[in-house]
């Protein structure tokens, strides 16, 4: 059955806000089917809207004028967990892709990514998954003052094996276990496995939590 989502897009650029209407209304998705309810071209009028109305889904630019964006995502999580937030940039700065999973984003793209990443950015974050887009990666570690790289420092930091290191990296680019099997052969309950230890051992009980834990400690 079509699952019908609202959308809430949060953007001052007009062009490619109908762009985007255009893209999410001709999806040709067998799953969902996206409506535009909401656009606001600035933190006021966003207010407004989250005053009155929830959307499904948020796509929000993290540039948006007279807004503090990341605590806006904050406090849209903290009100209903249940929204889901893709941030759409002009460039990829590791250290706001950082603090915008730290402050609770579900996705992250770039706003010169494709038609089919877009789609599949809002369809893996519609069915409850976490989205890092292409090209997208964690700031290089600065002072170095033990000379232990970020992967050996983390790992002897949580107890992860070396196996367990190379799984958490793959999830922090958003695969599943299915896409991890593939990439390092092994089954997709091997896979399951590893996730679930890597979970226990770091404290967390969900994947999004790991791809932010993989991006706040430079592994990706």
């Given at each position: 059955?079509?699952?019908?989502?609202?959308?809430?897009?949060?953007?001052?650029h007009?062009?490619?806000?109908?762009?985007?209407?255009?893209?999410?209304?001709?999806?040709?998705?067998?799953?969902?089917?996206?409506?535009?309810?909401?656009?606001?071209?600035?933190?006021?009028?966003?207010?407004?809207?989250?005053?009155?109305?929830?959307?499904?889904?948020?796509?929000?630019?993290?540039?948006?004028?007279d807004?503090?964006?990341?605590?806006?995502?904050?406090?849209?999580?903290?009100?209903?967990?249940?929204?889901?937030?893709?941030?759409?940039?002009?460039?990829?700065?590791?250290?706001?892709?950082?603090?915008?999973f730290?402050?609770?984003?579900?996705g992250?793209?770039?706003?010169?990514?494709?038609?089919?990443?877009?789609?599949?950015?809002?369809?893996?974050?519609?069915?409850?998954?976490?989205?890092?887009?292409?090209?997208?990666?964690?700031?290089?570690?600065?002072?170095?003052?033990?000379?232990?790289?970020?992967?050996?420092r983390?790992?002897?930091?949580?107890?992860?094996?070396?196996?367990?290191?190379?799984?958490?990296?793959?999830?922090?680019?958003?695969?599943?276990?299915?896409?991890?099997?593939?990439?390092?052969?092994?089954?997709?309950?091997?896979?399951?496995?590893?996730?679930?230890?890597?979970?226990?051992?770091?404290?967390?009980?969900?994947?999004?939590?790991?791809?932010?834990?993989?991006?706040?400690?430079?592994?990706?």
């Amino acid at each position: 059955m079509l699952r019908h989502l609202d959308i809430l897009v949060a953007d001052h650029h007009p062009i490619f806000v109908e762009g985007l209407r255009s893209m999410l209304t001709n999806t040709g998705d067998e799953r969902f089917s996206y409506h535009i309810k909401g656009v606001a071209s600035n933190g006021p009028e966003l207010a407004e809207y989250l005053d009155g109305s929830q959307p499904d889904l948020f796509l929000l630019d993290p540039d948006l004028p007279d807004a503090e964006v990341l605590k806006i995502v904050s406090t849209v999580k903290q009100n209903n967990a249940k929204i889901r937030i893709l941030i759409l940039n002009g460039s990829g700065d590791p250290a706001h892709i950082q603090a915008a999973f730290r402050a609770g984003a579900d996705g992250y793209m770039l706003k010169s990514g494709s038609h089919d990443e877009l789609l599949q950015a809002v369809g893996e974050l519609a069915e409850g998954r976490t989205f890092v887009g292409r090209g997208l990666m964690a700031m290089d570690v600065q002072n170095n003052q033990d000379g232990l790289t970020p992967d050996l420092r983390f790992a002897r930091k949580s107890g992860l094996t070396r196996r367990e290191m190379e799984i958490l990296k793959l999830i922090g680019q958003a695969l599943t276990n299915k896409e991890i099997s593939e990439r390092i052969f092994i089954s997709d309950q091997t896979a399951s496995v590893h996730r679930k230890n890597i979970m226990r051992k770091l404290g967390v009980n969900s994947t999004g939590s790991l791809i932010k834990m993989a991006f706040e400690n430079h592994l990706v």
